[in-house]
């Protein structure tokens, strides 16, 4: 997958929820596989859909494309050996060392790329229409239902969930709205009302911890304001909390929770190079300690003289 290929496998990404990296080559010094211009899309995971450079580059830029993942902050990266750039490399450029047999060298800039917010709002009230256009200038994913058409389905781990029922049956929205699981999860209604609400999920069995995510009354206290201004106060609440990131996904409950698969890295003993720890590393025992490569060469090294590298790695 090339080109525009990986543009349209990550719009396509984007739309379905999930977060990822791109990783763009903008620079290389020859003999290197990968060019500028080529592109890559790493998911959180760590797979690597698109092609940046070789066997050298790819398990580098995965490593720290989850990082920009994790943290949310993209950066320039500098591969090659220490020796190629001396104090030539710019301030906020992160070099790390790989010890390709090519001597080549690549620029690769990571960039996170996060789904765009998804708010569903149920009602039929002017502020229920209201919010949703205010969100909908956002460029956010807005869905406005119904009460009565409000399903579990609706809603997920990477929803916000604002209930603008306003009395018609609350209740019921409210217990299905639980059930989903979403980041957030608000009521409009007065306090009174909430806790009215509130008391009934409780005595319908709803755990304690869930109920005490639900925001009641829905958005910033602003006093008392025209259902315009509540419709701004909501949505000032959600842009809040999703700046601080206090909106990570919900996990799922213990019944449908995912398996995360997480892939162990090691550093080749011979060229330090960060491998996934895994067969296609070429794994090397020796007393009972497994090693793992970059290539067939570094391992054929390690073969040849194997107490030089290990001697090396203990110190």
């Given at each position: 997958m090339t080109g525009?290929?990986?543009?349209?496998?990550?719009?396509?990404?984007?739309?379905?929820?999930?977060?990822?990296?791109?990783?763009?080559?903008?620079?290389?010094?020859?003999?290197?596989?990968?060019?500028?211009?080529?592109?890559?899309?790493?998911?959180?995971?760590?797979?690597?859909?698109?092609?940046?450079?070789?066997?050298?580059?790819?398990?580098?830029v995965i490593r720290e494309a989850k990082q920009v993942i994790a943290d949310g902050n993209a950066r320039l990266l500098l591969l090659g050996t220490p020796d190629q750039f001396g104090a030539a490399v710019p301030e906020g450029m992160t070099v790390v060392p790989i010890s390709c047999q090519s001597e080549g060298a690549l620029e690769v800039y990571i960039e996170p790329v996060f789904p765009v917010p998804r708010l569903v709002i149920v009602g039929s009230s002017p502020m229920a229409g209201t919010l949703a256009k205010l969100a909908r200038a956002l460029d956010w994913s807005t869905d406005l239902v119904s009460g009565p058409d409000f399903t579990t389905g609706h809603a997920d781990g990477r929803s916000m969930v604002v209930v603008a029922t306003q009395g018609h049956g609350d209740e019921e929205v409210m217990e299905r709205a639980v059930a989903a699981h979403p980041a957030y999860l608000g009521l409009v209604a007065s306090r009174r009302r909430g806790e009215a609400v509130l008391?009934?999920?409780?005595?319908?069995?709803?755990?304690?911890?869930?109920?005490d995510r639900v925001h009641?009354?829905?958005?910033?206290?602003?006093?008392?304001?025209?259902?315009?201004?509540?419709?701004?106060?909501?949505?000032?609440?959600?842009?809040?909390?999703?700046?601080?990131?206090?909106?990570?996904?919900?996990?799922?409950?213990?019944?449908?929770k995912r398996l995360e698969l997480a892939f162990a890295e090691a550093a080749d003993p011979v060229c330090g190079m960060t491998v996934t720890a895994d067969a296609s590393a070429r794994p090397f025992t020796r007393n009972g300690v497994t090693y793992y490569f970059c290539c067939a060469g570094c391992r054929r090294t390690f073969e040849e003289n194997p107490d030089a590298y290990v001697k090396a790695v203990l110190t």
């Open positions: 525009l290929n990986v543009l349209e496998e990550a719009a396509e990404l984007a739309r379905s929820g999930q977060a990822f990296a791109l990783a763009t080559v903008v620079w290389r010094q020859g003999p290197s596989s990968g060019k500028q211009g080529s592109r890559a899309i790493i998911t959180a995971d760590g797979h690597l859909r698109g092609w940046i450079g070789g066997a050298c580059a790819e398990p580098v008391g009934y999920l409780a005595d319908r069995g709803v755990p304690k911890d869930q109920l009641v009354p829905a958005g910033l206290d602003l006093g008392n304001t025209t259902h315009e201004e509540i419709a701004v106060a909501v949505l000032a609440e959600l842009v809040q909390l999703r700046a601080s990131g206090a909106l990570a996904p919900r996990p799922a409950p213990a019944a449908g």
